[in-house]
């Protein structure tokens, strides 16, 4: 039983050496201890407020990206309703272009017929006037062969010819 039984001194210089070091680790241990757990729990607290700022300048870009695809969309739609009335604004100026071009053209065609027909109208008295003289010349030619005819015209004549003036 002597093992479970210890004596004094073993006792006495056991507690001294704890005591040594404890004091030790009190004078230079547990101040590097505690000085490793302050800068761990600063480094942690550093990475939690790193985290935090990371998450709201993330929370703060998606606003920001929502923001500017909302105004890109609505840039986009702008856009494409100008587009639209540009679009109709030249079918209406060619349509307009086209309608004056299609009333010159049917003045020019009218005018073109108008002096067409004139024309014809021309050609058609010349023709009639001559077939008239070429008809009188010939029917005067046979009244006039006689002389008595040809006296009687020329006193009418000259009848029509005081009455006039």
Request: aromatic share 8%; net charge negative; charged share 30%.
């Given at each position: 039983m002597?093992?479970?039984?210890?004596?004094?001194?073993?006792?006495?210089?056991?507690?001294v050496?704890?005591?040594?070091?404890?004091?030790?680790?009190?004078?230079?241990?547990?101040?590097?201890?505690?000085?490793?757990?302050?800068?761990?729990?600063?480094?942690?607290?550093?990475?939690?407020?790193?985290?935090?700022?990371?998450k709201?300048?993330?929370?703060?870009?998606?606003?920001?990206?929502d923001?500017?695809?909302?105004?890109?969309?609505?840039?986009?739609?702008?856009?494409?309703?100008?587009?639209?009335?540009?679009?109709?604004?030249?079918?209406d100026?060619?349509?307009?272009?086209?309608?004056?071009?299609?009333?010159k053209?049917?003045?020019?065609?009218?005018?073109?017929?108008?002096?067409?027909?004139?024309?014809?109208?021309?050609?058609?008295?010349?023709?009639?006037?001559?077939?008239?003289l070429?008809?009188?010349?010939?029917?005067?030619?046979?009244?006039?062969?006689?002389?008595?005819?040809?006296?009687?015209?020329?006193?009418?004549?000259?009848?029509?010819?005081?009455?006039?003036?």
């Open positions: 002597e093992l479970f039984t210890p004596d004094f001194g073993l006792v006495f210089w056991m507690f050496s704890v005591a040594i070091l404890l004091l030790i680790l009190y004078k230079w241990g547990w101040p590097m201890i505690i000085k490793g757990i302050d800068s761990r729990a600063d480094f942690i607290n550093s990475g939690v407020e790193y985290a935090q700022n990371a709201e300048q993330l929370e703060h870009a998606r606003e920001e990206s923001k500017y695809l909302a105004e890109a969309r609505r840039q986009q739609a702008q856009m494409l309703r100008e587009a639209d009335k540009m679009k109709n604004q030249i079918i100026d060619a349509r307009s272009a086209a309608q004056k071009e299609a009333q053209v049917m003045e020019a065609a009218k005018l073109a017929i108008e002096q067409e027909r004139k024309e014809a109208q021309l050609q058609f008295r010349n023709e009639v006037s001559t077939f008239a070429d008809i009188a010349a010939k029917v005067v030619r046979n009244q006039l062969q006689d002389k008595n005819a040809q006296s009687r015209l020329v006193g009418t004549l000259l009848d029509e010819m005081e009455t006039q003036n």
